[in-house]
């Protein structure tokens, strides 16, 4: 099986931690950006100009039917960005975009002959979204193989790590200060540190504080 690998990237701190963890493991690495309709156009070009400056091919699909089916705080500005309350999803999940943009992806991996997916997800911060789940990721990662017939392998760095130790993997590739300052996680659209208010904002923070602070502990 070669070691190439299809990156799904949104330019977010977590899927450019994973393109520079596919960079240093693939011999070969393409990133694929979505297009759904997304509020912040922001997120497309900073995906983009990553791409362009580390070098990789870059591929953005329209995914534009997603925001029509599915309404969300994510492309609508008429809906508010809200944390999930008793029991209910956040309203910046969106119906089935992982299960959409992974297949995509893998359809894209195929055509290339890649065998190698490499997904941001994480079930420790995954903020209630059942597409970030480890047992979605290893039923999906089946379903591809036999609707392709081809061997397709799944990877999911940040599974179990919480943002402290995202922040940690980056650091550990010399890659922290790049991504605190040319990547985009934030709702309104802010880039590096964000607004600081939003979900996703305070997020990213408390998990750079923690880690700044336990890595001043230990040295």
């Given amino acids: 099986m070669n070691q190439k690998a299809v990156v799904v990237f949104s330019g977010g701190q977590d899927s450019t931690t994973c393109l520079f963890w596919a960079l240093e493991r693939f011999e070969e690495v393409v990133a694929v950006t979505f297009d759904y309709g997304q509020r912040h156009r922001l997120e497309i070009e900073c995906a983009q100009r990553i791409a362009k400056e580390l070098g990789v091919e870059h591929h953005i699909l329209d995914m534009g039917l997603l925001s029509?089916?599915?309404?969300?705080?994510?492309?609508?500005?008429?809906i508010p960005v809200q944390s999930g309350t008793n029991g209910n999803l956040p309203s910046t999940?969106?119906?089935g975009r992982n299960l959409l943009f992974f297949s995509f992806a893998a359809v894209l991996a195929k055509?290339?002959?890649f065998h190698h997916l490499v997904v941001g997800v994480s079930q420790t911060d995954f903020s209630g979204y059942p597409?970030?789940?480890?047992d979605f990721i290893k039923s999906l990662n089946v379903t591809l193989n036999l609707a392709m017939d081809y061997p397709f392998e799944i990877h999911t760095p940040m599974m179990w790590l919480d943002k402290a130790q995202v922040w940690a993997m980056a650091d550990t590739m010399g890659k922290l200060s790049y991504i605190r300052e040319n990547t985009l996680t934030c709702y309104?659209?802010?880039?590096g540190d964000g607004c600081g208010e939003c979900p996703s904002c305070r997020l990213r923070r408390q998990g750079l504080e923690?880690?700044?602070s336990e890595k001043e502990e230990t040295q």
């Avoid at 029509?68 to 008429?78: G, I, M, V, Y």
């Avoid at 597409?131 to 480890?134: E, L, S, T």
């Avoid at 309104?188 to 880039?191: D, N, S």
């Fill in 93 to 95: 999940f969106v119906e």
């Fill in 210 to 212: 923690r880690y700044l």
């Fill in 131 to 134: 597409d970030c789940r480890n």
């Fill in 68 to 78: 029509q089916l599915a309404p969300n705080a994510l492309t609508r500005d008429d």
């Fill in 188 to 191: 309104k659209g802010v880039m």
């Fill in 111 to 113: 055509v290339k002959d």
